[in-house]
């Protein structure tokens, strides 16, 4: 069974940092690309970032980039997304899925984690 | 970036009837390749979003088959054959042709 589990959110100061992980579980993680995803309270979803399967590529959407940056850890199965800089229109439900990279993009697909809130606010 | 534009945001429905939501998109989600990578998600109360539908009309494992998407282009449809109880939710379609993905609004169907 596909599993995805993140961890780490909570709450933070406006200019702090935070590091968001997600354990994968039940398929082979070197063979599938990740991305992480956010809700902001009762919004709807925005893509934050992808990390290729094979290629190492990296993408991020223009709100993040700079201040975000996505890493995995294949001996551990683990997606870890290190938030840096963070503003008040950051605080959102941040979700783990497993994507897919065509030719065209890397986008988020079959299997999403819970998710994990993370405020941010003085 | 590319604009998803959802109709109706809110739907009210019948149990039993069919329902339909529309997506409309600011370019072409058709790639070079020849693929169109139109998804639609499906988020019950409360839970993560779970994928219904890729590349337009595919539909993905478990999902029931009162579910159908459509289109081509910049219009896209899903549609629910026989609303059930459980698909009170609300429905996102995301393109993943251009960069970044983008999502729709979002619809929220719920009972009349």
């Known amino acids: 069974e596909v599993q995805l589990v993140e961890s780490g959110g909570g709450l933070v100061q406006p200019g702090g940092s935070l590091r968001l992980s997600c354990a994968a579980s039940?398929?082979?993680?070197?063979?599938?690309?990740m991305s992480w995803v956010r809700q902001a309270p009762g919004k709807g979803l925005e893509w934050v970032s992808s990390?290729?399967?094979?290629?190492?590529?990296?993408y991020y959407a223009d709100s993040v980039k700079g201040r975000f940056t996505i890493s995995r850890d294949n001996s551990k199965n683990t997606l870890f997304l290190q938030m840096n800089s963070l503003r008040a229109e950051d605080t959102a439900v941040y979700y783990c899925?497993?994507?897919?990279?065509?030719?065209?993009?890397?986008?988020?697909?079959?299997?999403w984690g819970q998710g994990t809130l993370v405020t941010v606010s003085s | 970036d590319v604009v998803m534009t959802q109709s109706p945001l809110s739907l009210p429905v019948t149990l039993g009837q069919p329902a339909s939501i529309s997506c409309r998109s600011s370019?072409?989600?058709?790639?070079?390749?020849?693929?169109?990578?139109l998804n639609w998600f499906q988020q019950r109360p409360g839970q993560s979003p779970r994928r219904l539908i890729y590349?337009?009309?595919n539909r993905d494992s478990g999902v029931p088959d009162r579910f159908s998407g459509s289109g081509s282009g910049t219009d896209f449809t899903l549609k629910i054959s026989r609303v059930e109880a459980e698909d009170v939710g609300v429905y996102y379609c995301?393109?993943?042709?251009?960069?970044?993905?983008?999502f729709g609004q979002g619809t929220k169907v719920e009972f009349k």
């Open positions: 899925a497993r994507a897919y990279c065509s030719s065209a993009t890397c986008y988020p697909t079959d299997y």
């Open positions: 039940g398929f082979t993680f070197t063979s599938y690309a």
């Open positions: 990390f290729s399967g094979g290629g190492g590529g990296t």
């Open positions: 370019q072409s989600l058709v790639y070079s390749d020849g693929n169109t990578y």
């Open positions: 590349k337009v009309s």
């Open positions: 995301m393109q993943g042709t251009h960069w970044p993905p983008t």
